[in-house]
Nanobody
Framework: QVQLAESGGGSVQAGGSLRLSCAAS????????MGWFRQAPGKEREFVAG????????YYADSVKGRFTISRDNAKNAVYLQMNSLKPEDTAVYYC?????????????????????WGQGTRVTVSS
């Protein structure tokens, strides 16, 4: 069973940047795609970005494309989300997630969902 712990959230002004981190443990890390999701107040959780097991392929929601970058370090069992040019609509609790099947593309993972376990999330607030 995978355990996930997110960190790095905070409050920034529009146009600012934040870097989120996620530490994973409990099962092999380097064979699963990883993703970031977010949940804004009153809304359902939505996919933000995904990365393949080896880091060579990424996939983004249209709303963050060109502003966010997902990366991973398999030696550290960690995945990151660099968020630039933040907008008030990016305000949400951000969660990382692991795929439930090995060696899938991040696009496939984004459509089908992954492991049912989630971390506690990290809150991002962007003010205008």
């Amino acid at each position: 069973q995978v355990q996930l712990a997110e960190s790095g959230g905070g409050s920034v002004q529009a146009g600012g940047s934040l870097r989120l981190s996620c530490a994973a443990s409990g099962r092999p890390f380097s064979v699963y795609a990883m993703g970031w999701f977010r949940q804004a107040p009153g809304k359902e959780r939505e996919f933000v970005a995904g990365i393949s097991w080896n880091g060579e392929s990424t996939y983004y929601a249209d709303s963050v494309k060109g502003r966010f970058t997902i990366s991973r370090d398999n030696a550290k069992n960690a995945v990151y989300l660099q968020m630039n040019s933040l907008k008030p609509e990016d305000t949400a609790v951000y969660y990382c997630n692991a795929d439930s099947k090995t060696f899938r593309s991040p696009e496939t993972y984004s459509r089908t969902g992954g492991d049912p376990n989630w971390g506690q999330g990290t809150r991002v607030t962007v003010s205008s």
